[in-house]
C-alpha cells in the first residue's frame, strides 16, 4: 500500500510554492494538469509514495517548473491567474494532515513587494512541466552513443581520405621543381663548355699568326 509523503506550501500573489519532502526518491514523476491537479509518485526505501492534491485555481502549466533533489521535489507552480488564494486545496474540507504551511518561504500578503519578495533558489536546475514529457526519453538516447560512432566514421576516413591524395600532390610539384632545377643546371654547364672552348680557339689563331 502506498503513503502519502508530507507536503509543505506557501504563495506569492503569482505563484505557488510546493515542497515534497522525501529523501533518496527513486522514479519520482511529478505531474500538473491546467485545471489544477498536482499528482506525485516516487518510491524510496522499501515503500512506494504517491500524492494527489486538487489544487484551489487553475494553473499556467507551461510556466511552471520542478527541481528534483536528494532530499526533497520543489515546485514552482505558476498561478493561471495572479490573486492571493484562500487556501492550498479546494473544497471545503478539512486539509490532509500530511500538507503544512512552510513558514520558511511563507509571506502574507501585505509583505509581499512583487518580484522582490521571490526566493533566491540558490541556482537550482529546475525542469519545466511543459517539457517533462519530452525529457522522459532523454537518457535512453546518450550522447555518447550517439556521439561516439559518428565522430569516428566521419574523422578518420575522411582524414585519410582527404590526406594522402594532398600529400602525394606536394611530392610531385617537388619532383618537378627538381626537375626544373637540373635543367637550369645542365644549361648552365653546356653554356659554360661552349665558353670555354671559344677561349681555346682564340688562343689558338693567336699563335698561328
Not at 555518447?144 to 594532398?166: E, L, Q, T, V
Request: with cysteine; proline share 4%.
Amino acid at each position: 500500500m502506498s503513503r502519502h509523503p508530507e507536503v509543505k506550501w506557501a504563495q506569492r500573489e503569482d505563484k505557488v510554492y510546493i515542497t515534497v519532502l522525501l529523501a533518496d526518491t527513486k522514479d519520482a514523476k511529478v505531474n500538473l494538469a491546467p485545471e489544477g491537479v498536482f499528482t506525485f509518485s516516487a518510491s524510496a526505501g522499501q515503500h512506494e509514495y504517491d500524492l494527489k492534491l486538487e489544487l484551489f485555481d487553475k494553473v499556467n502549466v507551461e510556466e511552471s517548473k520542478s527541481n528534483i533533489g536528494e532530499r526533497s521535489v520543489f515546485c514552482i507552480l505558476e498561478k493561471a491567474e495572479a490573486k492571493w488564494w484562500n487556501k492550498l486545496l479546494s473544497g471545503d474540507g478539512k486539509t490532509p494532515h500530511y500538507v503544512k504551511v512552510d513558514w520558511d518561504k511563507w509571506a502574507d500578503e501585505d509583505d509581499d513587494a512583487g518580484p522582490a519578495a521571490d526566493l533566491d533558489m540558490g541556482g537550482m536546475d529546475f525542469s519545466k512541466f511543459g517539457d517533462m514529457g519530452g525529457m522522459g526519453g532523454m537518457p535512453g538516447m546518450g550522447m555518447g552513443g550517439m556521439g561516439m560512432p559518428g565522430m569516428g566514421g566521419m574523422g578518420m576516413p575522411g582524414m585519410g581520405g582527404m590526406g594522402m591524395p594532398d600529400m602525394g600532390d606536394f611530392s610531385m610539384g617537388d619532383d618537378l621543381e627538381d626537375s626544373d632545377d637540373e635543367g637550369q643546371e645542365a644549361e648552365t654547364k653546356t653554356g659554360a663548355t661552349s665558353k670555354e672552348a671559344g677561349e681555346e680557339k682564340t688562343e689558338a689563331a693567336a699563335t698561328s699568326s
